[in-house]
């Protein structure tokens, strides 16, 4: 192999940040640890956690460079900017300080390993000006291994720093964190991620489709590990242009063309076309499962871009589009949900493609069953409104008791007729009360209507109606010559009436 073969170093590690203005998306993070060395007020111990890839162990090192950095004069002080040219930086970054100790908690998970570590706590740095312990993936070590560092790690020397990164905080004990100043890493948004990519593009001298390096920090879901691999793979397969096509082909994602044609004929319930569309699209190689998850980002693409248009990143043009006007929420969240529990099943399943003509089947079923009788299930599940004393009895049958006394107490019906009451309001409720009874009664009788409020202070509430005509009745009651003859045979009787 020749010397240049040998010493290829990947994208992950060429690109690995050297200075904390370099890390993207951990704003926060970036913020506090400069503000503590600036300022002095250093913890003896972080945490740092969060999912693969999104730079733990690289904001260890980072801290390691920035408290012992002496700049490039050698007469420097501890830097949020380490200059990355002094011997101490440049023993760090080639893992060669003898103050900078570094080990792996998966493979050194014993009691022993970790007394081996903090032999040496007491003595002063030979070179640096911490001694730094970074132990990664910390939440491995043995239950022993954290007792033993527990005393040392409440009560370090002053030149000592411990730095611990894992995917696991929970499995931390509560002792070992509470000593911790703990920093959870952020996975990096989509847009963060495409910038990152392309500025590293510009480096190489390549260019890139948008559509390519959308795909790319989408499967890449905030981690910028996996993404610089997936970008430095599409790198290997394209020459000086990476293709959406390409990259697409790379990931095994369909064609977005393919894939909305097989999504119309899903959500139209013509279950001979989306059949013959999955078929086709298995037999050119792709699998069950990935038509399905497909499928389901699709489906995820749409709602989002339905629900807040604003926060939508679409990867299928003006097509996603038109299908957020004309599917209703409640259709797509149905289809994720159909679609996300045949991929469960599609897991354990030893016939995937049949199975995966099982779940399309249902899907086009369902929305079959919800375009021919969408209104039938309504009526046979809510009761009539024809009056005002309905509305309550419909807020009492669905639970909602709080809007149910405020209309029968707080509230006297002026007019009523289905879509449409006026209230005048005798008693204030929550704000926007009135605007929530509107909203309610629309989920729930899947009309449209209007609460108005036109008078305040004016006419009785239902409560006090029915209380007035409760007495009257029991007034006649008491009037009745039976009653009477009862009171004479037991005289100082007292009579209720329930």
């Not at 909305?260 to 190689?285: I, N, Q, R």
């Not at 409560?463 to 004479?488: C, D, G, S």
Request: charged residues 25%.
């Amino acid at each position: 192999m020749n010397q240049t073969n040998s010493s290829y170093r990947v994208l992950a590690r060429t690109t690995r940040p050297t200075k904390f203005s370099q890390m993207i998306g951990q704003d926060f993070l970036v913020q506090t640890l400069k503000n503590s060395i600036e300022s002095g007020r250093l913890s003896h111990a972080f945490i740092l956690t969060g999912t693969r890839g999104v730079g733990k162990t690289t904001t260890a090192r980072l801290i390691a460079r920035a408290l012992n950095c002496i700049g490039e004069d050698g007469k420097g002080e501890a830097t949020s900017e380490p200059c990355g040219v002094c011997a101490q930086c440049t023993a760090i970054s080639s893992d060669s300080h003898v103050d900078v100790m570094e080990i792996d908690a998966a493979t050194h998970t014993g009691v022993d390993n970790i007394r081996d570590l903090l032999e040496g706590v007491n003595y002063h740095p030979v070179m640096g000006r911490y001694k730094i312990y970074i132990v990664d993936e910390v939440h491995m070590l043995s239950k022993s291994a954290f007792n033993a560092l527990l005393k040392t790690l409440e009560e370090p020397p002053l030149h000592v720093k411990f730095i611990f990164a894992t995917t696991e905080v929970r499995k931390v004990p509560l002792t070992i964190l509470s000593r911790c100043q703990r920093f959870d890493l952020r996975r990096v948004k989509t847009p963060d991620l495409i910038a990152h990519f392309r500025n590293i593009l510009s480096g190489e001298k390549v260019e890139a489709e948008e559509g390519a390096l959308v795909l790319i920090a989408d499967a890449a879901e905030g981690s910028v590990r996996d993404g610089l691999s997936i970008l430095e793979q599409a790198l290997l397969n394209s020459s000086g242009l990476v293709k959406e096509q390409d990259v697409r082909s790379m990931l095994g994602l369909l064609d977005r063309g393919q894939l909305l044609d097989l999504f119309c004929a899903l959500m139209s319930g013509k279950v001979t076309e989306a059949l013959e569309l999955a078929h086709s699209l298995c037999y050119a190689g792709s699998d069950p499962e990935n038509v399905l998850h497909d499928l389901l980002t699709l489906t995820h693409n749409i709602l989002v871009m339905k629900s807040s248009p604003a926060s939508a990143v679409s990867l299928y043009g003006d097509r996603a589009k038109k299908l957020s006007e004309q599917l209703s929420v409640q259709d797509l969240v149905r289809s994720w949900q159909i679609i996300l529990k045949g991929i469960q099943e599609l897991k354990l399943s030893i016939l995937p493609l049949q199975t995966m003509d099982i779940i399309l089947i249902r899907l086009v079923h369902v929305q079959e069953i919800i375009q021919k009788e969408p209104m039938t299930e309504k009526r046979t599940i809510l009761p009539g409104v024809s009056s005002f004393l309905d509305v309550i009895h419909l807020f009492e049958s669905k639970k909602d008791f709080l809007v149910a006394d405020y209309l029968r107490h707080n509230v006297s019906s002026q007019s009523f007729q289905p879509g449409k009451i006026c209230l005048s309001v005798l008693m204030p409720g929550e704000d926007n009360i009135h605007g929530k009874i509107t909203k309610l009664l629309n989920e729930y009788t899947g009309q449209n209507w209007g609460v108005e409020v036109v008078k305040e202070g004016a006419g009785q509430s239902l409560a006090t109606q029915e209380k007035e005509v409760q007495e009257e009745k029991i007034q006649a009651i008491m009037e009745t010559n039976t009653l009477q003859k009862i009171t004479e045979l037991f005289p100082g009787a007292k009579i209720t009436i329930s």
